[in-house]
């Protein structure tokens, strides 16, 4: 490393002090805290992220946000060339880089890491990192440290996009690493275009069904809100009534958005017993997550939940009509590589009537550890994989090759047999495959194809929501000495340490009719987590506290003192 380079990190490094006492982690969220402490932390990973530009020799993301965090919290995450996120290899490299207490530390940390890594830190190559936040107060002096982690790396570049959605800033570097146009307008062209298209290729006669083309958003008074407020005006054949939209004073997060709806199973600020029948969607803070519900009577704030799992099944019937649509043998012999693989990725959290429906359905279900990245790289080892967790945060993922495939066959059919139910099937599965954002799960490219397809159907939220009748079930914590005791196998179905206690579990789970229970250690704190499902609530309820009387039994305080 140059000595000029050497000095600029020494001097950038010393404006910002990491907090004493604080630890961060970086996990599938980035780093998240109190906005107040996070400063240093934020500028150190705008060098990560020039470095990490100058690794790949790619444009990659900076995103300042904390998602469905309340509205004090914020985080910094950094987005990969694929428009995924940071690859889990260089976490334990982000976590050093935030602790280093020292300017001197700090420094030592980069360069050993830069001779590792082999990163040419030359002055010679640049280095691009786009960047966004959400509508936090804190955001704004958070994107300058950015910037001036950033301006420390010789030859690295920020381009301050402004205030997006997580989702969109993923999609951007994504699109600008296949040398497409990576700009807000070209993503809201891209997904209301493709919405267009669905839309024009909807049966006749369902067209003329008298369906309700309104959805009323609750806008989590974050980001989400603000950019449907534009998308709404570019749509035709759906009306979107957006609440909580940020501008009517609500706070972020505060009774609002899906992680509170999905949770509390209740009508978010703003919705009231008037909203009784309607289809009601709600947005998370950066609008990456997405859940339905409607508003069975007007004497309760309870509501019918539509949650990720019924998200997943819609867009999986859809997408499997589709292709068999495509794939009928009529006077031709169809070449088999037409055939797509579809995959349904799920965590054992996804609830066991979704697995069972989907299932029963045909559809080939397999199942992952917790967590988004897992799912992700699951799903892109098939032609088409979708994969949604019962937050509401998934999306479809497309193979290149299969949809090179698609466009020769559609090509193929245009000469052939233009208008044909096989060459409608071929274009509605391309235009799901531009609208839905495939970098990352998208709550606004989501509920355009929830929409879409509900219209195609001619479904009502209330025909959606009877796919399937969830299982009731409940999840607890429970307080261990330590959590690295249990290890799981199966996609954390199976504990396989400490021994027996799976053995106690099984037979435990035994006693409920259509029992399922598993235990899984935390990713942050000393606790376990029981996950049970029974026929009905008491007894789901049931089958999670004899669990976690096993788990205590097993790792708890009081097994450590016999």
Same mark, same amino acid.
């Given at each position: ?7 600029? #990190?020494?001097h950038?490094? &010393?404006?910002?002090?990491?907090p004493?006492?604080?630890?961060? &982690? ?6 998240? +805290? ?9 500028h ?6 020039a ?5 790949? /020799?790619?444009?990659v993301?900076?995103m300042?946000?904390a998602s ?8 910094v995450?950094?987005?990969?060339p694929?428009?995924?996120?940071l690859?889990?290899? =260089? ?8 602790? $280093? ?7 030592s ?5 830069v ?19 959400d ?35 993923? =999609? ?9 146009? $990576?700009t807000e ?10 919405f ?9 006669e369902?067209?003329?069904s008298?369906m309700?083309?309104?959805v ?7 980001v ?9 005006s570019?749509l035709t054949s ?5 609440r909580?939209t ?5 706070l ?9 709806v /999905?949770?509390? @199973?209740?009508?978010?600020?703003g919705?009231?017993?008037?909203d009784?029948?309607?289809r ?5 803070g950066?609008a990456d ?10 004497s309760?704030?309870?509501?019918d ?16 009509? /589709? ?6 043998e009529g006077?031709e012999k ?16 996804a609830n ?5 429906y ?6 080939e ?12 790289e @699951?799903? $892109? ?8 967790? +019962?937050?509401g945060?998934g ?6 090759s ?6 020769a !066959?559609?090509?193929e059919?245009g000469?052939a047999s ?5 060459q409608?099937?071929a ?18 490219s ?10 195609h159907?001619g =479904?009502s939220?209330?025909? =959606?929501?009877?796919?399937y009748?969830? #299982?009731p079930?409940?999840q ?7 959590r690295t ?8 179905t199976? $504990?396989?340490s400490p021994?027996?206690i799976?053995e106690?579990i099984?037979?435990?789970? +035994?006693?409920?009719? @259509?029992g !399922? ?7 942050t704190?000393?606790v376990? !987590? ?8 008491e007894? +789901?309820?049931?089958?999670a506290?004899?669990v ?10 009081s097994?450590?003192? /016999?």
């Amino acid at each position: 490393m140059k000595e000029e380079q050497r000095l600029l #990190l020494l001097h950038s490094s &010393s404006l910002f002090f990491p907090p004493q006492g604080v630890k961060l &982690s970086y996990g599938t969220a980035g780093f998240r +805290a109190d906005a107040s402490i996070l400063k240093s932390t934020v500028h150190r990973v705008g060098i990560l992220a020039a470095l990490r530009s100058l690794k790949t /020799q790619s444009v990659v993301g900076l995103m300042i946000t904390a998602s469905h965090n309340k509205v004090t919290d914020n985080g910094v995450k950094i987005v990969d060339p694929s428009g995924g996120m940071l690859t889990q290899e =260089w976490e334990p490299f982000a976590d050093q880089l935030a602790s $280093a207490q020292t300017p001197e530390a700090f420094l030592s940390l980069i360069t050993e890491f830069v001779e590792k890594e082999k990163i040419p830190l030359d002055g010679v190559q640049s280095a691009e990192i786009l960047l966004g936040r959400d509508t936090r107060p804190s955001g704004e002096s958070l994107l300058e440290a950015a910037k001036q982690g950033i301006s420390s790396i010789h030859g690295a570049i920020a381009l301050d996009l402004g205030i997006l959605t997580t989702p969109q800033l993923h =999609w951007m570097v994504r699109a600008r690493n296949k040398g497409m146009k $990576a700009t807000e307008p070209a993503y809201f062209e891209q997904i209301s275009s493709s919405f267009r298209c669905l839309v024009d290729l909807i049966p006749n006669e369902t067209k003329s069904s008298k369906m309700d083309n309104t959805v009323v958003v609750d806008g989590a008074d974050g980001v989400g809100g603000e950019k449907l407020e534009v998308l709404k005006s570019m749509l035709t054949s759906l009306v979107i009534e957006v609440r909580n939209t940020g501008k009517g004073g609500g706070l972020l997060n505060d009774g609002v958005g899906a992680d509170y709806v /999905q949770k509390e @199973k209740v009508v978010p600020r703003g919705f009231c017993s008037n909203d009784v029948g309607l289809r009601c969607a709600s947005l998370d803070g950066d609008a990456d997550r997405l859940v339905y519900f409607s508003v069975p009577t007007s004497s309760s704030r309870k509501i019918d939940l539509v949650d990720g799992d019924k998200i997943l099944s819609l867009f999986a019937l859809f997408i499997k009509e /589709q292709l068999s649509i495509l794939t009928k043998e009529g006077t031709e012999k169809l070449d088999n590589s037409y055939h797509a693989r579809l995959g349904v990725i799920q965590t054992a959290y996804a609830n066991g009537a979704s697995t069972d429906y989907l299932k029963q359905s045909g559809l080939e279900v397999i199942f992952t550890p917790t967590g988004v990245k897992h799912l992700h790289e @699951k799903a $892109a080892q098939f032609d088409i994989g979708i994969y949604f967790e +019962a937050n509401g945060h998934g999306t479809i993922l497309f193979s290149e090759s299969w949809l090179s495939l698609l466009e020769a !066959r559609n090509n193929e059919l245009g000469l052939a047999s233009e208008g044909s139910e096989q060459q409608k099937a071929a274009l509605r599965l391309l235009s799901v495959s531009k609208l839905i954002n495939q970098a990352v799960g998208d709550a606004l490219s989501c509920l355009l194809l929830v929409e879409v397809i509900l219209q195609h159907k001619g =479904w009502s939220i209330h025909k =959606w929501n009877e796919l399937y009748q969830d #299982l009731p079930s409940r999840q607890l914590k429970v307080k261990v000495v330590d959590r690295t005791a249990v290890a799981t196998t199966n996609a954390e179905t199976v $504990a396989i340490s400490p021994p027996g206690i799976q053995e106690a579990i099984d037979a435990e789970t +035994a006693k409920y009719p @259509k029992g !399922r229970c598993f235990i899984r250690p935390s990713g942050t704190e000393d606790v376990i !987590r029981v996950y049970a499902e029974a026929s009905t609530q008491e007894a +789901a309820d049931s089958l999670a506290g004899s669990v976690a009387k096993i788990v205590d039994r097993f790792l708890g305080f009081s097994s450590s003192q /016999q």
